[in-house]
C-alpha cells in the first residue's frame, strides 16, 4: 500500500477520537454554565458557584484548544514528487478524501454549533449577578416603610397601645404595612409629662407622651438603642452621638450633624397606635446625600 494512503487512513482513524475530545468538553462547558445560572437563582452558594464557572470555562478552553490542535503541523513532512499525470489510484484517493471533507465539514459544524452553545450558555449564567447590583444609593436608601395609618408593632409582631410603654421606658417598633425593612426601625419612647418641647408644626406629633424617632443614626446608619431617661437622652453606641429627645432629637455631642426624623403618631378606634404620616426628613446618614 502506497505510503500516502496508508497516512490518509491513520488520519481517518484520529479524526473520530479527536473530535470527541472538544464535544465533550463543550457539552461539559454548557452543562456547568446552565448549573450555575440554576446555583445562583436558587440563593447562591460560592464553592459550588467556583466549581461550576471553572468547569465552564475550562471546558471552553480545553475543547478550542483540543480542536486547533489538530490544525497544527506535527513536523517536517517530506515526499518526492511523482509525475503530474494522475493514476488511477490517485483518483480514487481524491475521491476518498473529497467524501473524508464532506464528514470533516460535518464534524465542524457540529463543534462550531457547540462552542456557541458554550458560550451563550455562560453568557446566560453571567446575566444573572446582574440583578445583585441593586438600586444605585440615593432616594431607595432614604426611603421610608411608613405610611399614614400603618399600624406599629413590636418584636413580635403585635400592635401596641399608649399604655404598653411605660414612663421613661422605650420599645422598637416597625410598620405594619412592611416590617422587615431595614429602614423601618423606629424608637418609641415614654418621655415624663411636660417634658416635649414640640417642634413648630408638630404639637400633634405625640399620643399621651409618647413620642416616635428612626432608630437610624443620621451619622453613619448605627442604631440608635441607648436612651438615659433621666437626662432625656439617646445615644448612639457606635460613634458616640447624642441626641436630645425632648428638642427634635437634635445632635448634642459626636459626629452626627442632623437631628433624628420624627414619626407623626396618632391612635385607631381601637386605641392602637398608628403612624399619621411619615419621616419628618429622610431616614439615615446624610453622606447619602453629597452627590446630590
Known sequence: MPEREQHEQQDQQEQVPTTRL?????????????????????????QWEGVLLCLSLGGIGVGVISWAHRFLPEGPDEEEREPTASSDEQLQALDAELVASEEEIGRRKLLVRLLAGAAGALGLAALFPIRSLGPKPGAGLKASPFTAGDHLLTTQGKRVRPADVEVDGFITVFPSSDPHNANGPTLLIHMRPGQNQPRPGRDDWTVDDLIAYSKICTHAGCPVGLYQAQSGLLLCPCHQSTFEVADGAQPIFGPATRSLPQLPLGTDGEGYLIATGDFSAPIGPGFWDQLR
Open 22 to 46: 472538544p464535544v465533550i468538553a463543550f457539552l461539559v462547558s454548557i452543562a456547568a454554565a446552565l448549573g450555575l445560572a440554576v446555583v445562583y437563582w436558587a440563593g447562591g452558594q460560592p
